[in-house]
Protein backbone atom coordinates (compact mmCIF):
# COMPACT_ATOMS: atom_id res chain seq x y z
CA UNK A 1 0.00 0.00 0.00
CA UNK A 2 0.76 3.41 -1.29
CA UNK A 3 2.12 6.33 1.88
CA UNK A 4 -0.24 8.68 2.09
CA UNK A 5 0.17 11.99 1.77
CA UNK A 6 -1.22 15.45 2.57
CA UNK A 7 -1.37 18.79 0.69
CA UNK A 8 -3.03 21.47 -1.65
CA UNK A 9 -4.47 21.09 -5.02
CA UNK A 10 -4.26 24.98 -6.44
CA UNK A 11 -7.01 25.37 -9.05
CA UNK A 12 -6.83 28.58 -11.57
CA UNK A 13 -10.41 28.61 -13.87
CA UNK A 14 -10.58 30.69 -16.78
CA UNK A 15 -13.94 30.94 -17.96
CA UNK A 16 -15.55 29.34 -15.06
CA UNK A 17 -18.85 28.71 -16.17
CA UNK A 18 -17.69 26.50 -19.54
CA UNK A 19 -15.89 24.04 -16.96
CA UNK A 20 -18.02 24.52 -14.01
CA UNK A 21 -20.43 21.26 -14.17
CA UNK A 22 -17.71 19.02 -15.24
CA UNK A 23 -14.61 20.30 -13.11
CA UNK A 24 -17.60 19.91 -9.88
CA UNK A 25 -18.24 16.18 -11.38
CA UNK A 26 -14.46 15.54 -11.01
CA UNK A 27 -13.80 16.69 -7.95
CA UNK A 28 -16.98 15.06 -6.18
CA UNK A 29 -15.84 11.91 -7.75
CA UNK A 30 -12.45 12.13 -5.95
CA UNK A 31 -14.72 12.97 -2.62
CA UNK A 32 -12.49 10.30 -0.70
CA UNK A 33 -9.38 12.14 -0.74
CA UNK A 34 -10.52 15.79 -0.37
CA UNK A 35 -10.08 16.89 3.10
CA UNK A 36 -11.95 20.99 1.86
CA UNK A 37 -12.17 22.90 -0.52
CA UNK A 38 -11.73 26.68 -0.69
CA UNK A 39 -13.32 28.59 -3.72
CA UNK A 40 -13.10 32.11 -4.84
CA UNK A 41 -14.81 33.54 -7.74
CA UNK A 42 -13.39 37.28 -8.55
CA UNK A 43 -15.84 38.35 -11.12
CA UNK A 44 -14.23 40.93 -12.48
CA UNK A 45 -11.74 39.03 -14.16
CA UNK A 46 -13.57 36.27 -14.99
CA UNK A 47 -11.50 33.91 -13.18
CA UNK A 48 -12.17 31.72 -10.03
CA UNK A 49 -9.52 30.19 -8.11
CA UNK A 50 -9.44 26.76 -5.87
CA UNK A 51 -7.94 25.03 -3.41
CA UNK A 52 -8.50 21.75 -2.37
CA UNK A 53 -7.00 20.05 0.51
CA UNK A 54 -6.02 16.39 -0.25
CA UNK A 55 -5.38 13.36 2.05
CA UNK A 56 -4.45 10.24 -0.49
CA UNK A 57 -1.69 8.76 -2.25
CA UNK A 58 1.21 9.95 -4.93
CA UNK A 59 -0.93 8.35 -7.46
CA UNK A 60 -4.30 9.00 -6.48
CA UNK A 61 -4.00 12.98 -6.27
CA UNK A 62 -1.49 13.07 -9.13
CA UNK A 63 -4.62 11.31 -11.05
CA UNK A 64 -6.87 14.47 -10.31
CA UNK A 65 -4.47 17.19 -10.73
CA UNK A 66 -3.87 15.25 -14.23
CA UNK A 67 -7.30 15.05 -14.66
CA UNK A 68 -8.30 18.66 -13.95
CA UNK A 69 -5.65 19.67 -15.92
CA UNK A 70 -7.04 18.54 -19.15
CA UNK A 71 -9.91 21.15 -18.94
CA UNK A 72 -9.83 24.11 -21.19
CA UNK A 73 -8.35 27.35 -19.33
CA UNK A 74 -7.47 25.40 -16.32
CA UNK A 75 -4.45 25.98 -14.28
CA UNK A 76 -3.37 23.39 -11.78
CA UNK A 77 -0.50 22.34 -9.26
CA UNK A 78 -0.13 20.76 -5.92
CA UNK A 79 1.89 21.34 -3.01
CA UNK A 80 2.80 18.12 -1.00
CA UNK A 81 4.12 17.48 2.39
CA UNK A 82 7.27 15.39 2.50
CA UNK A 83 5.41 13.25 5.37
Known amino acids: ME ?3 IGVIA ?4 DPAAVQATLNQ ?3 E ?4 IVGRIGIPY ?3 N ?4 ALLVDGSNDE ?3 LTGRLGTLPG ?3 RAALAKN
Open 74 to 76: VNV
Open 3 to 5: AKR
Open 61 to 63: INA
Open 11 to 14: VVIE
Open 26 to 28: WIS
Open 30 to 33: AGSI
Open 47 to 50: VALL
Open 43 to 45: RER
